[in-house]
């Protein structure tokens, strides 16, 4: 026997990360533990005696695994990825290991360990975030475990055939007898008095270190370090321990390997931008694993494109790969051939081809090149390269790229737990590429919609010039909803709108369009801006969140946005504003002084909460009005009043032009790469003048329309239009005749000349008029039939002193 000391067992801590349960031929769970409750949510009463298929989310990975005990003979040891179900509903990916164990009867028992595979705190059973555990190094992943499931009584019930190969006792020496009995030594005692504590107490006893009991054919000698975890059965009572085995002969370079896996949960995937995630892959591969890595992914990657099928034995050609990552321990990677970034060449018969084709790795004892290939030859010979690993990185049946592990005659050359450990770190960074993949393609959707969805040439036609810039969040989550618009509006104004959808991604972007089509449609009836606020925020909270309902959720059907909205007219210089919790907007002077006007901040639009109300401010010729989301304004660092007074500082230049202010605002970000959508809506406000527009105050006298008529047809003379006095005549005849006999108080008259040729009626009257089908009998009612026969387009507002109705007619040239 081989004396030795043991190392004391680790304190549990309070939530340990890998769950165990043992589980019959049949596939029913028959033991439990604690750590599998903390895991799943599911106590011992609800999972054993039942099947363990029905814990996998998935459908199919059900049907496999309840097929799996009529298959045939099933492999001895099995590790991968999938998706249990937690007891509160939602889905946890988790690494599985499976191992079958011998028992006296001869039938099939499995041991499965799992691990939840993300690297985030660990879920409690009642779906609170625990915290953050410490890498646990005593049960790696896809490594040879060494199993042995022992009675109350301490008895060995069932083991595996790799636990003999650990400690030297024959299967045939340890089933049905306990470990003193079948290796008498005062250190099998001392185990056994660790597994009656573990027994009576339930928590289990980690990384406990003990030589084997018989001495191994090798003359080295070897460490093992065991877990201990208790089983229980449906009731809670304890079934028996079992015991997970590990070699740490080796321990600096077992506990390195373990800190590799550990590192890799942390080191690789720190992004979603794919060439970086291959370039961590490398960075933590060397020197701990290897001394050169490249890793080359399938130019599909990183556009987010569907992975490329698995490629079959024969046929098919091989994608186009780039080369992503690389890491030597010598500068400058002289080893490689290509370059980051570069098209690389996959030799026809190559191993990386081959690797390819059958979708296995593949370990040689020194880099292939086939005599041609003089320069790989001469990289082989010159950097004595004399053993690789070749992993491919595979995700959803896809393939995603390869991994190429080299090590050179001065380090030693790969064993087989070497490319079992190759394979755990490409496994997690094949998780991390897909999810990178995944992210590309919404966030190219996303940015394909957003960009489809805001105006390519905006104009504020003869109110003011308008510049913007947008800028795509930079962030994880993807891009958000910021929009905008510039909207011409009738009378020569302009309606400016800036929006922010809470939220990220392709539902935040969609949301963003109908919030923007919306607008839109509200700014043709010509509302002002604390109406046309209260109309989306009932269209928000009536329509569109009910559309993205979940009937299962009915709480998530909630749809929130802000919105700053404000219509400036160019004759009377006047600007109204209204906002739904949004960022108020800056206003410059033409002589560079920056306000942000008191401006009512209403609640955000899908919250009905307060009413909205509106601002009206006179503005200069030459004004410049800054609209933007809080993306400019708000960094994690710097609260909003900080970038606001930023933002007044950029933009105290009226002089520079538009797109230059735009510029300096958006470089004046105290970060590269903004974690929310950036966005900037500026106007530069114009004036018409009395040589384009001309208003008059008429007595409600039916006498006066013969006057209003002469006062547009000199007007229109004036300004060269006399070619359109005939048409004009006749609707400032309709309209004013209108308003003496349906409106109240004084008339106004109004002609404006911009693109369009307006006149605009007022009057104190508050009924709108709408078109009349008179019989051909009836002398009244074809009035506005005539207007709108006459004109491009007509309709009506209201105005804080009634209504004003106008018509717009083409300026044609003269004939």
């Given at each position: 026997?081989?004396?030795?000391?043991?190392?004391?067992?680790?304190?549990?801590?309070?939530?340990?990360?890998?769950?165990?349960?043992?589980?019959?031929?049949?596939?029913?769970?028959?033991?439990?533990?604690?750590?599998?409750?903390?895991?799943?949510?599911?106590?011992?009463?609800?999972?054993?005696?039942?099947?363990?298929?029905?814990?996998?989310?998935?459908?199919?990975?059900?049907?496999?695994?309840?097929?799996?005990?009529?298959?045939?003979?099933?492999?001895?040891?099995?590790?991968?990825?999938?998706?249990?179900?937690?007891?509160?509903?939602?889905?946890?990916?988790?690494?599985?290991?499976?191992?079958?164990?011998?028992?006296?009867?001869?039938?099939?028992?499995?041991?499965?360990?799992?691990?939840?595979?993300?690297?985030?705190?660990?879920?409690?059973?009642?779906?609170?975030?625990?915290?953050?555990?410490?890498?646990?190094?005593?049960?790696?992943?896809?490594?040879?475990?060494?199993?042995?499931?022992?009675?109350?009584?301490?008895?060995?019930?069932?083991?595996?055939?790799?636990?003999?190969?650990?400690?030297?006792?024959?299967?045939?020496?340890?089933?049905?007898?306990?470990?003193?009995?079948?290796?008498?030594?005062?250190?099998?005692?001392?185990?056994?008095?660790?597994?009656?504590?573990?027994?009576?107490?339930?928590?289990?006893?980690?990384?406990?270190?003990?030589?084997?009991?018989?001495?191994?054919?090798?003359?080295?000698?070897?460490?093992?370090?065991?877990?201990?975890?208790?089983?229980?059965?449906?009731?809670?009572?304890?079934?028996?321990?079992?015991?997970?085995?590990?070699?740490?002969?080796?321990?600096?370079?077992?506990?390195?390997?373990?800190?590799?896996?550990?590192?890799?949960?942390?080191?690789?995937?720190?992004?979603?931008?794919?060439?970086?995630?291959?370039?961590?892959?490398?960075?933590?591969?060397?020197?701990l694993l290897a001394d050169f890595v490249a890793v080359d992914l399938a130019e599909s990657v990183p556009l987010g494109e569907e992975p490329l099928a698995r490629l079959g034995s024969e046929g098919g050609a091989l994608p186009a790969f780039r080369r992503a990552g690389l890491a030597s321990i010598h500068q400058d990677v002289p080893q490689s051939l290509f370059a980051r970034g570069e098209p690389v060449l996959v030799a026809p018969g190559s191993p990386v081809e081959r690797v390819l084709r059958s979708g296995t790795s593949h370990r040689e004892p020194a880099p292939e090149a086939s005599p041609g290939d003089r320069a790989r030859v001469r990289k082989v010979h010159d950097h004595r390269m004399n053993a690789v690993l070749v992993v491919p990185i595979h995700a959803r049946g896809g393939v995603l790229g390869v991994a190429q592990f080299v090590r050179t005659a001065d380090s030693p050359p790969f064993e087989q737990d070497d490319l079992l450990l190759a394979e755990e770190l490409v496994s997690w960074a094949a998780l991390c590429l897909d999810n990178a993949r995944q992210y590309a393609r919404e966030r190219a959707a996303a940015l394909a919609l957003q960009r489809h969805l805001l105006p390519h040439h905006a104009t504020g036609g003869s109110a003011a010039d308008v510049a913007w810039r947008y800028l795509p969040s930079d962030d994880h989550h993807g891009v958000g909803g910021d929009w905008f618009d510039v909207?011409?509006?009738?009378?020569?104004?302009?309606?400016?709108?800036?929006?922010?959808?809470?939220?990220?991604?392709?539902?935040?972007?969609?949301?963003?369009?109908?919030?923007?089509?919306?607008?839109?449609?509200?700014?043709?009836?010509?509302?002002?801006?604390?109406?046309?606020?209260?109309?989306?925020?009932?269209?928000?909270?009536?329509?569109?969140?009910?559309?993205?309902?979940?009937?299962?959720?009915?709480?998530?059907?909630?749809?929130?946005?802000?919105?700053?909205?404000?219509?400036?007219?160019?004759?009377?210089?006047?600007?109204?504003?209204?906002?739904?919790?949004?960022?108020?907007?800056?206003?410059?002077?033409?002589?560079?002084?920056?306000?942000?006007?008191?401006?009512?901040?209403?609640?955000?639009?899908?919250?009905?909460?307060?009413?909205?109300?509106?601002?009206?401010?006179?503005?200069?010729?030459?004004?410049?009005?800054?609209?933007?989301?809080?993306?400019?304004?708000?960094?994690?660092?710097?609260?909003?009043?900080?970038?606001?007074?930023?933002?007044?500082?950029?933009?105290?230049?009226?002089?520079?032009?538009?797109?230059?202010?735009?510029?300096?605002?958006?470089?004046?970000?105290?970060?590269?790469?903004?974690?929310?959508?950036?966005?900037?809506?500026?106007?530069?406000?114009?004036?018409?003048?009395?040589?384009?527009?001309?208003?008059?105050?008429?007595?409600?006298?039916?006498?006066?329309?013969?006057?209003?008529?002469?006062?547009?047809?000199?007007?229109?003379?004036?300004?060269?239009?006399?070619?359109?006095?005939?048409?004009?005549?006749?609707?400032?005849?309709?309209?004013?005749?209108?308003?003496?006999?349906?409106?109240?108080?004084?008339?106004?008259?109004?002609?404006?000349?911009?693109?369009?040729?307006?006149?605009?009626?007022?009057?104190?009257?508050?009924?709108?008029?709408?078109?009349?089908?008179?019989?051909?009998?009836?002398?009244?009612?074809?009035?506005?039939?005539?207007?709108?026969?006459?004109?491009?387009?007509?309709?009506?507002?209201?105005?804080?002193?009634?209504?004003?109705?106008?018509?717009?007619?083409?300026?044609?040239?003269?004939?």
């Amino acid at each position: 026997m081989t004396g030795s000391t043991l190392t004391a067992p680790r304190p549990a801590p309070r939530a340990i990360d890998e769950a165990m349960a043992l589980i019959d031929a049949e596939g029913t769970v028959i033991g439990w533990t604690r750590s599998a409750q903390q895991l799943v949510g599911y106590p011992a009463a609800e999972v054993v005696g039942h099947s363990a298929a029905r814990l996998l989310a998935a459908a199919e990975d059900r049907a496999d695994a309840s097929a799996l005990p009529e298959s045939g003979p099933s492999p001895r040891r099995w590790s991968g990825v999938t998706q249990v179900r937690h007891r509160d509903g939602h889905g946890i990916d988790v690494r599985i290991g499976v191992q079958s164990l011998v028992g006296p009867d001869r039938r099939a028992r499995w041991v499965v360990t799992a691990t939840d595979h993300a690297a985030h705190p660990s879920r409690v059973a009642d779906g609170s975030s625990a915290a953050p555990l410490p890498a646990s190094p005593h049960l790696p992943n896809n490594l040879p475990l060494g199993v042995v499931i022992r009675d109350t009584r301490l008895r060995c019930t069932w083991v595996n055939d790799t636990q003999g190969f650990k400690d030297g006792i024959p299967v045939e020496r340890r089933l049905g007898r306990t470990l003193s009995e079948a290796a008498p030594s005062t250190e099998a005692e001392t185990l056994e008095g660790l597994m009656r504590e573990v027994l009576e107490g339930g928590a289990p006893a980690l990384a406990v270190e003990y030589r084997p009991f018989v001495p191994a054919r090798s003359p080295a000698e070897r460490t093992l370090a065991a877990s201990y975890f208790r089983l229980d059965d449906a009731h809670g009572r304890a079934l028996g321990v079992c015991v997970v085995s590990v070699d740490v002969t080796d321990s600096r370079r077992s506990r390195e390997r373990l800190a590799i896996l550990g590192e890799a949960s942390t080191r690789i995937g720190t992004t979603l931008d794919a060439a970086r995630t291959g370039q961590e892959l490398a960075d933590l591969a060397v020197p701990l694993l290897a001394d050169f890595v490249a890793v080359d992914l399938a130019e599909s990657v990183p556009l987010g494109e569907e992975p490329l099928a698995r490629l079959g034995s024969e046929g098919g050609a091989l994608p186009a790969f780039r080369r992503a990552g690389l890491a030597s321990i010598h500068q400058d990677v002289p080893q490689s051939l290509f370059a980051r970034g570069e098209p690389v060449l996959v030799a026809p018969g190559s191993p990386v081809e081959r690797v390819l084709r059958s979708g296995t790795s593949h370990r040689e004892p020194a880099p292939e090149a086939s005599p041609g290939d003089r320069a790989r030859v001469r990289k082989v010979h010159d950097h004595r390269m004399n053993a690789v690993l070749v992993v491919p990185i595979h995700a959803r049946g896809g393939v995603l790229g390869v991994a190429q592990f080299v090590r050179t005659a001065d380090s030693p050359p790969f064993e087989q737990d070497d490319l079992l450990l190759a394979e755990e770190l490409v496994s997690w960074a094949a998780l991390c590429l897909d999810n990178a993949r995944q992210y590309a393609r919404e966030r190219a959707a996303a940015l394909a919609l957003q960009r489809h969805l805001l105006p390519h040439h905006a104009t504020g036609g003869s109110a003011a010039d308008v510049a913007w810039r947008y800028l795509p969040s930079d962030d994880h989550h993807g891009v958000g909803g910021d929009w905008f618009d510039v909207i011409p509006l009738p009378g020569a104004r302009v309606a400016l709108v800036v929006g922010d959808v809470v939220g990220h991604g392709i539902n935040a972007a969609a949301g963003m369009g109908r919030l923007r089509t919306a607008v839109r449609t509200l700014a043709d009836m010509d509302l002002s801006p604390d109406e046309l606020l209260a109309h989306l925020d009932d269209l928000v909270i009536r329509h569109l969140a009910d559309e993205d309902a979940d009937p299962l959720d009915p709480a998530g059907a909630t749809m929130a946005a802000t919105c700053l909205y404000a219509v400036y007219d160019p004759v009377t210089r006047r600007c109204a504003m209204a906002r739904a919790g949004h960022p108020p907007p800056a206003i410059v002077d033409p002589r560079g002084t920056v306000t942000f006007p008191e401006l009512p901040a209403g609640a955000p639009l899908g919250l009905g909460l307060v009413p909205f109300a509106s601002v009206e401010t006179e503005l200069p010729e030459g004004s410049v009005l800054a609209l933007y989301t809080d993306g400019l304004v708000e960094t994690r660092d710097q609260d909003i009043d900080t970038g606001m007074d930023r933002l007044g500082i950029a933009l105290a230049h009226p002089g520079r032009p538009l797109e230059d202010l735009c510029s300096a605002a958006v470089d004046a970000l105290p970060v590269r790469a903004p974690s929310d959508d950036v966005t900037l809506l500026l106007a530069r406000t114009r004036s018409l003048g009395p040589d384009r527009a001309a208003s008059w105050r008429l007595p409600a006298d039916p006498a006066v329309v013969n006057h209003a008529r002469a006062l547009a047809t000199g007007r229109l003379e004036q300004w060269g239009l006399g070619h359109l006095a005939e048409s004009t005549e006749l609707i400032v005849s309709e309209l004013v005749t209108n308003a003496i006999r349906h409106g109240t108080g004084t008339i106004g008259l109004r002609l404006i000349r911009h693109g369009m040729l307006t006149c605009e009626v007022s009057d104190a009257g508050s009924c709108r008029p709408r078109p009349r089908h008179p019989r051909t009998t009836e002398e009244n009612g074809r009035g506005l039939l005539l207007v709108s026969q006459l004109s491009h387009r007509w309709g009506t507002r209201c105005t804080p002193d009634g209504k004003l109705v106008w018509a717009e007619q083409r300026l044609t040239p003269r004939p």
